[in-house]
């Protein structure tokens, strides 16, 4: 807007110009009033006119506002509103229905008049930016007290030329029409929003990130300060690994972690590009910047007295405010708030990293329905609105204040004890948040609930059987079937089978969970009262007891692939295919170890590294893993599994022994039957769980039948996967011999080894097998970018309060990390660090493995390592479980501890006290 003044003094005609112009500046939203202008350009923009008033160094910017967004969307049909998008939010069809809208945005003309303007102001700064224009969102809902933008809204670098810019601006439009940014607004309450643009000349920086004051919750003491070399975009969106320091009012650094920074992201010749990082082990911010960025924390806290999240780039010396918003209580999982405490150590180890669309849909149906079902089983009355599994990030998480309010009505279920089994923290804060919860209904049902759970535990047993005996046919069934002859609608008929076995199976194995579950806690108090022990004492005694199961079936893989080892070892033609990298089924000559190799694919193929995300090929598909194992293990004098069984077998029997000159003969009996009870119910639970397996291979048998078919049914989505297959994203393509090798064997957590199919729900792929869609392309590049982006980024904490903390720094235990006893047994080695199972064959028999989580996939590794570290799990994990059997030392619950270990560190690792300390 022109000042009034001026205004007044031009010809009627030119003030008719100069009010239907578009773009505003800097200068002008620094004069202007700030909430009339927060409704016209939105929070962000009116934010950094405040920034250029108070005197912030401050790009130069110009505003697309919110009223072009609107004559934009007028041209095109209803559906693209956003307050009708907002509407169904809530509904299946949301996806669906934004991709469409997405599409008719991008294509969308500019209202009169903003073209030649956006034309026009690349001609006049072309010299001044040489480096292109950064194209941002200002949402009108954006940066204000309840709802914030970040993460969700598009933002285009490094933009050049007028055609270009237009289509920035369209893209930052359009990135309005998400499922994800749909669905988080309309959970905060937005009806409706509108989408100012944010222009600005790239700054060529050498250095920048983002800065949180000492105010918010993240940096209790101190700002908090993430950095990265080059452009800031890579740590905004959490997509690399920045230095991480602590600084205080002074600007003196508290505390700093620097990270190895190989690569960084620039704007060069051709657009934004990586380059190499000359000197990675450097800082990336210099002390003339630490004591810069301090300044504007101290001018921004005295200016508003509150938190605030501040995104920087620092061009030589100088340290310029790209963005500013206050740090509020934003972006709460759907259905928690800022007192909710979510936690994945649970579900984290089952499934964890991120699950596609088509995972989220039946695992996440199938845990919601299992949890209620088990809590109506104890007598527990769950809300119809209760949200008891969470996405953050596109991870699973678990709501622990609505899992415990519910738990909380059962009077002998203590939220510490359910927390500390489950490996997760915060159980204090839900006891105090469960502490007013009414038990009186639980008490009315008690007798009708007691007799019910006294019939399904004397017969589960038979329960198990009958559900094996059908699960089997089911499973013959099954793989004698050709699916291909299948009609569409039967193929789609064959998903709900296989989803009502899923949910069957789910039944039966919860009920042995909490039979196992339930054993251990009552063995857990008898040892207390007759032993004599507490708290950690009685649960490593508990686990102590209960080891040398012998046929657990989770510990099978492990075993067997050892078994295979030992045979090669004596298999000379065998054991030189297999030391080879790339070796196959096919190169290996015919004898007792191929033999056995193909019986261990008949019996544990279904089996793989997260084998609960659906889209995962399993070993049958892909034995790689399984060979890689095998090549580990041959590397060195891979421990006999056989020994090991037995001295667990043997331990367990002699700490018993122990036990037992301390009691009398009735504690004796006790004891003795409680250690039995326990024991067989911790077999039946993992026997269930290796039929979930089975029945999500199933799935995923039919889901890939139903792959082919769409791609034939959808041109588009043939096209795509064709690209993705041969290394073509987002228009870059890979050298010729580079494609090649992606294409044969693209890494299994890229998005070339990930289906079609996979980025759509079951109901959507049995609604377009039935109805013959063909507009399903849109849907599926939105969701696949979704998951890159997801993918990208770290792992949220195990557990928080709230909304994840937007930065985390490594553990700050010193030499010393804690977490909790495992697997009995004190071992010193070096510590191997691995983030991503394929990268199984750089363990050196003897090491310590050091993973996030594990699950049966992982098992096989526990024969050859010296000891296993977890940062997920509990007592009753797989990892705990299968590493007592192995007689493998193991400590699982320690936090953060692959940040804060290195592959080649010294560590001791004690499974009695769980306690990790580097030498």
């Known amino acids: 807007m022109l000042p009034r003044m001026a205004e007044a003094a031009l010809p009627k005609a030119a ?74 939010a809530s509904g299946r069809a949301v996806y669906a229905r934004a991709a469409d809208a997405r599409q008719e ?179 990336a911010l210099s002390a003339a910047h630490v004591a810069a ?24 010396e100088r340290v310029w405010v790209v963005q500013a918003r206050h740090v509020t209580g934003l972006g709460f999982p759907e259905g928690g708030d800022a007192n909710t405490v979510w936690s994945s150590v649970n ?14 849909s039946v695992a996440g149906a199938y845990s919601d329905t299992g949890f209620r079902k088990a809590f109506g089983t104890l007598g527990c009355t769950v809300p119809k609105s209760a949200v008891l599994v969470g996405n953050v990030h596109g991870r699973f998480y678990l709501n622990l204040s609505e899992f415990m309010r519910i738990a909380a009505q059962v009077p002998w279920l203590d939220p510490r004890t359910l927390v500390d089994l489950g490996g997760g923290s915060g159980g204090d804060e839900l006891a105090t948040q469960v502490s007013e919860v009414s038990r009186r209904g639980f008490y009315a049902r008690l007798p009708m609930t007691t007799t019910r759970l006294l019939k399904e535990q004397l017969r589960l047993d038979d329960h198990v059987a009958r559900y094996e005996d059908e699960a089997e046919r089911a499973l013959r069934d099954h793989n004698t079937l050709d699916l291909a002859i299948l009609p569409d609608e039967g193929l789609g008929r064959k998903f709900r089978d296989v989803q009502a076995l899923l949910e069957r199976t789910g039944d039966v194995m919860l009920t042995c969970a909490s039979s196992a579950l339930g054993s251990h806690i009552l063995l857990k108090g008898v040892l207390a009262r007759v032993a004599k022990t507490h708290g950690a004492d009685a649960e490593r005694l508990a686990h102590d007891l209960t080891s040398g199961i012998r046929d657990l079936e989770s510990a099978r893989p492990a075993i067997g692939v050892m078994r295979i080892v030992h045979l090669a070892r004596r298999d000379t033609g065998a054991r030189l295919v297999l030391e080879q990298e790339g070796a196959s089924m096919d190169a290996l000559p015919e004898g007792p170890t191929k033999r056995a190799l193909a019986s261990f694919l008949e019996l544990y193929g279904d089996r793989a590294v997260r084998e609960a995300e659906i889209s995962t090929p399993r070993w049958k598909e892909d034995p790689r893993p399984v060979f890689a194992m095998i090549r580990v293990a041959l590397r060195g004098d891979a421990r006999d599994v056989e020994p090991q069984l037995a001295r667990a077998k043997s331990a367990a029997d002699a700490e018993m022994q122990r036990l037992f000159r301390r009691l009398n003969f009735a504690e004796q009996t006790a004891v003795r039957h409680l250690v039995a009870r326990a024991q067989k119910a911790a077999r039946l639970r ?99 970018a979704e998951l890159a982006r997801d993918q990208a980024r770290p792992d949220p904490p195990r557990t928080f309060i709230g909304a994840p903390p ?114």
């Open 806 to 919: 937007p930065v985390q720094l490594p553990p700050s235990g010193g030499a010393v990390l804690r977490g909790t006893a495992a697997s009995s047994g004190v071992v010193e080695g070096n510590a191997r660090v691995l983030l991503s199972a394929s990268r199984m064959s750089e363990l050196l028999p003897g090491e310590i493995l050091v993973v996030h989580t594990t699950d049966v996939g992982w098992t096989p590794l526990f024969c050859i390592a010296a000891g296993v570290v977890t940062e997920l799990g509990g007592p009753l994990s797989h990892a705990a479980v299968v590493a007592r059997e192995l007689a493998v030392p193991s400590v699982v619950n320690v936090d953060g501890v692959t940040r804060a270990l290195k592959t080649g560190d010294r560590i001791r690792l004690d499974g009695d006290a769980g306690v990790i300390e580097r030498l």
């Open 105 to 283: 945005i991008l294509k969308a003309p500019l209202p009169d008049g903003l073209e030649e303007e956006l034309a026009a102001l690349w001609r006049a700064n072309e010299a001044d930016a040489p480096w292109g224009f950064a194209v941002r969102s200002s949402a009108t809902c954006e940066d204000g007290a309840l709802v914030s933008m970040a993460g969700l809204a598009e933002t285009v670098l490094g933009v050049r030329g007028a055609d270009a810019l237009a289509n920035a601006v369209r893209a930052v439009w359009a990135s309005i029409a998400s499922g994800r940014a749909l669905g988080y607004l309309a959970s905060h309450g937005v009806r409706d929003v509108g989408m100012g643009v944010v222009i600005q000349p790239m700054v060529r920086a050498t250095a920048a990130g983002v800065m949180f004051t000492r105010k918010s919750r993240a940096a209790a003491d101190g700002r908090i300060v993430n950095a990265g070399v080059g452009l800031g975009s890579p740590v905004v969106d959490g997509v690399t690994t920045p230095d991480m320091l602590r600084v205080g009012a002074d600007g003196a650094i508290l505390e700093q972690t620097i990270a190895r920074k190989t690569r960084a992201t620039v704007i060069g010749a051709s657009g934004v590009e990586e380059t190499a990082v000359e000197r990675p082990d450097e800082p």
């Open 293 to 316: 960025l301090a300044a504007i924390a101290d001018k921004l806290e005295k200016l508003e007295d509150v938190p605030w999240d501040v995104e920087f780039a620092c061009e030589g």
């Open 15 to 88: 003030r008719r110009a100069a009010e239907s112009r578009w773009l505003l500046s800097l200068d002008e939203l620094a004069r202007d009033d700030k909430q009339r202008e927060r409704k016209n350009v939105g929070g962000k923009a009116a934010r950094l006119g405040w920034l250029k008033k108070h005197g912030f160094l401050v790009p130069r910017t110009w505003v697309v506002p919110q009223k072009a967004f609107v004559a934009a969307i007028r041209q095109l049909s209803p559906a693209c509103e956003p307050r009708s998008l907002l509407r169904a």
């Open 686 to 784: 993992e026997r269930m769980r290796t039929w979930v397996t089975r029945v999500l291979g199933m799935i995923r048998d039919v889901a890939l039948d139903a792959d082919r078919r769409l791609l034939r049914l959808v041109p588009d989505l043939a096209h795509d996967w064709a690209a993705l297959r041969a290394g073509s994203v987002a228009g870059q393509r890979a050298s010729a011999p580079e494609a090649a090798r992606r294409a044969a064997a693209p890494e299994p957590t890229s998005l070339a080894s990930i289906h079609t199919v996979f980025f759509l729900t079951v109901d959507e792929v049995v609604q377009a097998l039935r109805a013959a869609r063909t507009d399903l392309a849109p849907l599926v590049r939105a969701r696949r």
């Open 347 to 360: 579900v984290g180890e089952a499934l964890p990293g991120v699950a596609t669309p088509f995972t989220w």
